[in-house]
């Protein structure tokens, strides 16, 4: 019988042999890759667990299907069945034009509280990729979801609000001086429960899976209040909550010698701008990377670039109540329909989704099958055309051929 999955007064989860997990397909090319995610899925677990376990999808309408049936984009009713069911999975939704939504993605985001954007970068051989050792990266971002940029207040240069808000800032605040006449102006807003809650679920991901560093990545040196103050609650939300499993950079060497303890995660911090040279040339120094909403958006990327590409870069969005795991490339409209593009994103999606749920053995399964389907050289077009010797195929069919690779 199909069950819900339901959270315990600890914050763990429940998962029943027969969970249902709420999906969304997506818009563009959402129902091509989800169709090739659902098939991978649905073997992996059936093949690891020998029938014992099932999942159980429900469809919500959510994106351009939703707006057909309901007239809505976004109901208040498919976020409550996801907070309901507590883990879900998407596919690509597009940014309705002109209809008073600023993004159907960052609005699942901030209506859950979804803080955390975890985006997990490694190499899978032999992927193409445009860097000399791409094996040397294994990194997990972790990009504070609900304020920053995507809490951001703008007003438009030369308007009522600018010219009010300048002057404010000038007579009432003694500031802002050096504005140039007519400036539009925006305003990004940081608090400390949020950059801490970030800060910290990216701690307890790095000592629950090895990392031996966690690395906060700000413009501290620039924006002594906001970034700035990101890097200083991360080291006191550490000292607060992990008191013995985690030490300061300067600690490790004034009290260890350059020794890590076993067990201990060492927590630093970077400039925004430096970390993008550093995790070019010395990958192999980082681990899990805490950072606000703007840098990450603009890492994770970076770091996707590095092991083939958006095409195969998963993400989840979690908070303490619900996770959203999802592709985190766009719809891509004009391969609608088309059964071409790499289904990659959610598929590795999906793993993260069952090593969430604790289903392990499958999410290994699939990550070995994807693999082992890559290095067979029967692939989309998009490493079709960086794989010396490879095949194209449709996004179906290297559905099917990830399942027939499954040990």
Known sequence: MAEKITISKDGSINVPDNPIIPFIEGDGTGPDIWRATQLVIDAAVE??????????????????????????????ESLKMIEDHVVAIKGPLTTPVGKGIRSLNVTIRQKLDLYACIRPVKYIDPVPSPVKNPEKVNMVIFRENTEDVYAGIEFEAGSEKALKLTEFLKKELGVGAELPENAGIGI??????????????????????????????????IMKFTEGAFSKWGYEVAKELFPGKVIAEGELWDKY???????????????????????LL???????????????????????AQVGGLG??????????????????????????????????LILSGVMMLDYMGWKEAAKMVREALQKAIRAGRVTYDL????????????????????????
């Open 384 to 407: 079709e055309r960086q794989m010396e010797g490879a095949v194209t195929v449709k996004c179906s069919e290297f559905g099917h051929e990830i399942v027939k690779h499954m040990a």
């Open 257 to 279: 010698n350059g020794k890590q303890p076993d067990g201990v995660v060492v927590i630093n911090d970077r400039i925004a701008d430096m970390i993008f040279q550093q995790v």
């Open 312 to 345: 195969i870069a998963p993400g989840a969005n979690i908070g303490d109540k619900a996770a959203v795991f999802e592709a985190t490339h766009g719809t891509a409209p004009k391969y609608a329909g088309l059964d071409k593009v790499n289904p990659g994103s």
């Open 188 to 221: 990004k807003p940081m608090s400390a429960v949020n950059s801490k809650r970030l800060v910290a679920s990216a701690i307890r991901h790095a000592l629950d899976n090895g990392f031996k560093t966690v690395t906060l990545m700000h413009k501290g040196n």
């Open 282 to 304: 010395r990958p192999e120094d980082f681990g899990v990377i805490a950072c606000p909403n703007l840098n990450g958006d603009y890492l994770s990327d970076a770091l996707a």
């Open 47 to 76: 093949k690891s667990y020998g029938g014992k376990k099932k999942i159980s999808w429900l469809e919500l309408p959510i994106g351009e299907k939703g707006f057909e049936k309901t007239g809505q984009y976004l109901s208040d």
